[in-house]
């Protein structure tokens, strides 16, 4: 409830032409000021799930790519580790060197598709221009190595379905040269802009403590100093031998402040690295298969034969997402499928961010996490016709409630009386 | 397609419907240098009371469906409903979720579809080309 009368409410979206996505706002607002918001999702949510498991693991694998068309390799990559766990499929080391270089041409194209939304966000349609014309490159590497520019269709269970063959390396190389280049130019015109710097410095500030007590993940949570990168916590394919760091504002010199700024500068960084990987990873890749089952047939059986459960973590150009999975014997679609994206988990940094800012502000602030609401919204809770919200405790008796209905006794914890 | 010249810029305005960013992307690729629509006259607005023609993204799923429709009302007539995507077209992918209500056609009057699961630029330029052919049309049969 607004607590004086020069309090009212704004709400923005779901339509908007700030937000590409369908996600609604609710501001309270004093003047300018922003003094509380409330954010409603579920706009998008389609019931990937669901669908996923009344359908077998490989058309789940291309349902996973339409989770998210910026995100297409990642999910896949989380899927088939997962089921990969799950169902003790060996990848060929070929294979593991051939997903980092996909998920990194990923992370460069969605960096820069970043950059140019937040550069629109600011007004400053020059520089959008400019890094979506530079972004194009990627795009052409992407479509030259897989065949398409959005939804790669790389990775599938035991390794992956395409190899970058001798003649194409020397176009990768051509792109890493181009980029290493330009880099310093996109610097330049996003870091050492005065009139960028007036509008991120200070602007939508996310503290380390409160990024870490709002579990942040990604650049999100980087740009607050925080080093945590799945890639550098719980490395996975080959990233452990890379030797992956988290980049924060310290690479770049700066104390971070988890401003606007330090996310450029975190995202900016980012595509430095990613060049680095990339480029490693041309050079070290063995030769060998590329997958450990060539023929689908042999593969749907195996794992249609598979039992237990797996988890695959990768982390996104947004941050970490993880993907969970149950198989049974005989059955040939997934028991349980969840997903876990990164904007769910910097969902709730937009509360503090937007904390006293002013309205004008808002676009770039929302921008700032870049949010991935297709993603995102995974759980749309409708009771008897109608949108219903379920808080932590809730949730929590509900789990409870679930595990009394399985045990057939109370749980400890109900018993007890105690709670977290 | 019967196109003589283009008589009048068109402004498009874009929603999307639950879709997975893909075609959302592809859409501003089409406007940027590359593919650089806006030496056309074809500009996104940011509201459909500006619009020419609408460009829907996504599935539909069921809250989207009120907004699609309320956003199809509040485009001026004439206008043109170009579908972006496999997915707004016959649901594609999505085709037996709980929360989609969709194709596309199914709650607004559908002009052009543009299939590919993204279309590439090139088609999305196609797809909007084409609207501006039908509403000339219309506009032929006002006169």
């Known amino acids: ?420 | 397609m019967g196109l003589s010249s283009f008589k009048r810029a068109l402004w498009v305005f874009h929603i999307a419907t639950g879709s997975c960013n893909g075609c959302d992307i592809e859409i501003v690729a089409a406007l940027t240098p590359r593919y650089d629509v806006e030496r056309f006259g074809i500009k996104l607005v940011g509201t459909p009371r500006h619009a020419d023609a609408l460009l829907v993204t996504g599935p539909v799923t069921r809250p989207m469906a009120e907004r699609l429709k309320r956003v199809y009302e509040q485009t001026p007539d004439p206008k043109a409903v170009v579908v972006v995507g496999g997915c707004g077209s016959t649901s594609g992918v999505f085709y037996e979720s709980y929360n989609v209500v969709g194709p596309v056609d199914e709650i607004v009057p559908v002009d052009v579809y543009v299939p590919g699961c993204p279309p590439r630029p090139e088609a999305i330029i196609h797809g909007v080309v084409t609207a501006v052919a039908k509403l000339e049309e219309l506009a032929g049969e006002k006169r």
């Open chain 1, 1 to 420: 409830m607004p607590e004086t009368q020069n309090v009212y409410e704004i709400p923005i979206g779901p339509i908007h032409p700030a937000l590409k996505e369908p996600v609604r706002f609710t501001f309270q607002v004093e003047g300018e000021r922003i003094r509380a918001v409330d954010v409603r999702a579920g706009f998008a949510h389609r019931g990937i799930e669901f669908m996923g498991m009344r359908r077998n693991l490989i058309q789940t694998l291309y349902l996973s790519e339409r989770i998210c068309g910026i995100c297409s390799i990642s999910h896949p990559i989380a899927i088939t580790l997962a089921v990969e766990r799950a169902a003790g499929i060996e990848v060929p080391p070929r294979a593991q060197y051939l997903r980092v270089i996909f998920s990194e041409l990923e992370r460069i194209h969605s960096h820069l598709l970043w950059a140019g939304v937040a550069a629109h966000e600011l007004g400053f349609d020059t520089l959008l221009h400019l890094t979506w014309k530079v972004r194009e490159q990627v795009l052409d590497i992407l479509e030259e190595l897989s065949g398409n520019r959005i939804d790669y269709a790389i990775p599938i269970y035991g390794g992956v379905r395409r190899d970058i063959s001798p003649e194409q390396i020397p176009k990768v190389e051509a792109m890493i040269r181009y980029y290493r280049g330009l880099l310093e130019e996109l610097v330049d015109a996003f870091l050492r802009d005065p009139s960028v710097a007036a509008r991120t410095r200070d602007v939508g500030v996310l503290t380390p403590e409160e990024a870490d007590l709002l579990c942040a993940v990604g650049p999100t949570a980087r740009a607050s100093g925080l080093s945590k990168d799945v890639r550098q916590d719980r490395p996975y394919l080959v990233y452990g031998e890379l030797g992956v760091k988290a980049i924060t504002p310290r690479d770049w010199g700066l104390e971070p402040r988890g401003d606007v700024y330090d996310k450029a500068v975190v995202r900016l960084l980012e595509v430095g690295q990613s060049l680095d990987l990339i480029e490693t990873c041309l050079y070290e890749m063995p030769e060998g298969e590329i997958t450990s089952f060539p023929k689908i047939p042999a593969l749907l059986a195996h794992l249609k034969k598979a039992e237990g459960e797996g988890l695959g973590w990768h982390e996104a150009p947004r941050g970490e997402v993880i993907h969970y999975i149950r198989l049974e014997a005989g059955v040939e679609e997934p028991v349980a499928w969840k997903v876990k994206a990164p904007t769910y988990s910097n969902l709730m940094s937009w509360v503090p961010m937007f904390a006293d800012q002013e309205i004008a502000d808002i676009p770039i602030i929302a921008a700032s996490i870049d949010p991935c609401i297709c993603c995102m919204d995974r759980v749309h809770m409708v009771r008897d016709g109608s949108p219903a919200t379920l808080l932590k405790e809730d949730l929590l008796r509900l789990s409870r409630e679930k595990t009394e209905r399985l045990t057939g006794h109370p749980s400890p914890v109900t018993r007890h009386g105690g709670g977290l």
